[in-house]
């Protein structure tokens, strides 16, 4: 979910490896060569879930990117 929201607002995610822990690595397609992260990334991606899910990261992104205050502790309050 990180990635995605960073791409659309032009930022680069750079996660501490520090921190790298139990992460899991993830991958688009299983019969891709990724080289030296083959053995890493064995989690695959269900780009399914992502398309149906596509309108909340836009508008998730969208909110990030335009409302005022967004980030710095003021939440929006959201329906349900």
């Known amino acids: 979910m990180v990635f995605g929201p960073f791409r659309l607002l032009g930022?680069?995610?750079?996660?501490?490896?520090?921190?790298?822990?139990?992460?899991?690595?993830?991958?688009?397609?299983?019969?891709?060569?990724?080289?030296?992260?083959?053995?890493?990334?064995?989690?695959?991606?269900?780009?399914?879930r992502i398309t149906l899910h596509w309108d909340d990261v836009l508008?998730?992104?969208?909110?990030?990117k335009l409302e005022p205050g967004a980030g710095n502790g003021h939440h929006a309050h959201l329906p349900g």
Do not use: H, M
């Not at 680069?12 to 890493?40: E, H, K, M």
């Open 11 to 48: 930022y680069r995610f750079s996660p501490r490896l520090a921190d790298i822990g139990g992460t899991r690595f993830w991958r688009v397609d299983a019969q891709t060569d990724y080289g030296d992260l083959n053995a890493l990334a064995r989690q695959r991606v269900s780009l399914d």
């Open 59 to 64: 508008r998730l992104t969208g909110s990030l």
